[in-house]
């Protein structure tokens, strides 16, 4: 018997023995679908092995990146949403044990819903945000991949929400500039493009990568991963966030600082131009 909201029942409720819900244990991918096509496939694949690998369960026989792409593409296809959708998998451990679990073999689960439009575009609105110093991103491997505990992600969405930001930026324990609470962080100072490497504690985005290497084609522009202290915000020119659903999110304001978004347009273009190459 359970007690499910002041309700004692008999039915079981799935979530009893869940572990990706007791404990989070579990690790996703967000996958953006562009007429029938998974964007940055490969990438998103080898990332989800990765993390797999990384808290130690036990990758199915079946579980290729052919299989991957089939069954995400699936049911896009069957809710008739697969010219422009987004679609999380997310791999949990099976039920059993405490925080010891009795089996490493997993399951996975699929959902997806639709996207307006297709190609990139870049969002003008406003978009101020803040530094979240309530809680700090560890520097350790954990940090780098997609796990179902995102706690600090919400405590910070919820702080955001109620001072008025459209997003927060994420400091580590030695006070240095991590991520975004959706994205990676990008930083322009003159004609020096940089952003914190992933011994930082960032997430080792997808996206990111992309931008990386489209940005090292653009003449003119050096680009760097280092460390980026709250301080080092204030004198850029510009900054912006990149995560795959959105490519590219200017900031337009942090603290008393105005930025332009020169660069992110660009960066946009040629993103969408190697998207309609492949």
């Given at each position: 018997?359970?007690?499910?909201?002041?309700?004692?029942?008999?039915?079981e409720?799935?979530?009893?023995?869940?572990?990706a819900?007791?404990?989070?244990d579990g690790?996703f991918?967000?996958?953006?679908i562009?007429?029938?096509k998974?964007?940055?496939?490969?990438?998103?694949?080898?990332?989800?092995?990765?993390?797999?690998?990384?808290?130690?369960?036990e990758?199915?026989?079946?579980?290729?990146?052919?299989?991957?792409?089939?069954?995400?593409?699936?049911?896009?296809?069957?809710?008739?949403?697969?010219?422009?959708?987004?679609?999380?998998?997310?791999?949990y451990r099976?039920?059993?044990?405490?925080y010891?679990?009795k089996?490493?073999?997993?399951?996975?689960?699929?959902?997806?819903?639709?996207?307006?439009?297709?190609?990139?575009?870049?969002?003008?609105?406003e978009?101020?945000?803040?530094?979240?110093?309530?809680?700090?991103?560890?520097?350790q491997?954990?940090?780098?991949?997609?796990?179902?505990?995102?706690?600090?992600?919400?405590?910070?969405?919820?702080f955001?929400h109620?001072?008025?930001?459209?997003?927060?930026?994420?400091?580590n324990d030695?006070?240095?500039?991590v991520?975004?609470l959706?994205?990676?962080?990008?930083m322009?100072t003159?004609?020096?493009l940089?952003t914190p490497?992933i011994?930082?504690?960032?997430?080792?985005?997808?996206?990111?990568?992309?931008?990386?290497a489209?940005?090292?084609?653009?003449?003119?522009?050096?680009?760097?991963?280092?460390?980026?202290?709250?301080f080092?915000?204030?004198?850029?020119?510009?900054?912006?966030?990149?995560?795959?659903?959105t490519?590219i999110?200017?900031?337009?304001k942090?603290?008393?600082?105005?930025?332009?978004?020169?660069?992110?347009?660009?960066?946009v273009?040629?993103?969408?131009?190697?998207?309609?190459?492949?």
């Amino acid at each position: 018997m359970i007690n499910f909201n002041g309700n004692v029942t008999q039915e079981e409720n799935i979530l009893t023995q869940n572990r990706a819900f007791l404990y989070g244990d579990g690790v996703f991918e967000t996958v953006k679908i562009l007429n029938n096509k998974i964007l940055f496939l490969e990438d998103h694949y080898f990332r989800l092995m990765a993390s797999m690998r990384v808290v130690r369960m036990e990758i199915p026989m079946n579980f290729t990146m052919e299989y991957f792409e089939e069954q995400i593409l699936k049911l896009v296809q069957e809710k008739n949403i697969s010219n422009s959708a987004r679609a999380r998998i997310t791999v949990y451990r099976n039920d059993g044990g405490l925080y010891l679990p009795k089996t490493n073999e997993v399951s996975f689960l699929i959902h997806a819903t639709p996207l307006e439009g297709t190609l990139y575009v870049v969002n003008t609105v406003e978009y101020e945000v803040d530094l979240y110093k309530d809680f700090y991103v560890t520097k350790q491997l954990l940090s780098s991949i997609k796990t179902t505990n995102k706690m600090i992600n919400v405590t910070g969405s919820i702080f955001a929400h109620e001072n008025g930001l459209a997003n927060c930026i994420l400091v580590n324990d030695t006070k240095n500039v991590v991520e975004a609470l959706q994205g990676n962080l990008f930083m322009l100072t003159g004609k020096k493009l940089i952003t914190p490497p992933i011994s930082e504690g960032c997430l080792n985005g997808i996206m990111r990568k992309q931008i990386l290497a489209i940005a090292k084609k653009v003449e003119g522009i050096e680009i760097s991963e280092e460390i980026i202290s709250p301080f080092d915000l204030q004198k850029a020119d510009e900054l912006f966030l990149t995560n795959v659903i959105t490519g590219i999110q200017p900031i337009t304001k942090y603290r008393k600082k105005d930025f332009t978004s020169n660069l992110a347009h660009l960066l946009v273009q040629k993103l969408n131009e190697s998207i309609s190459e492949n």
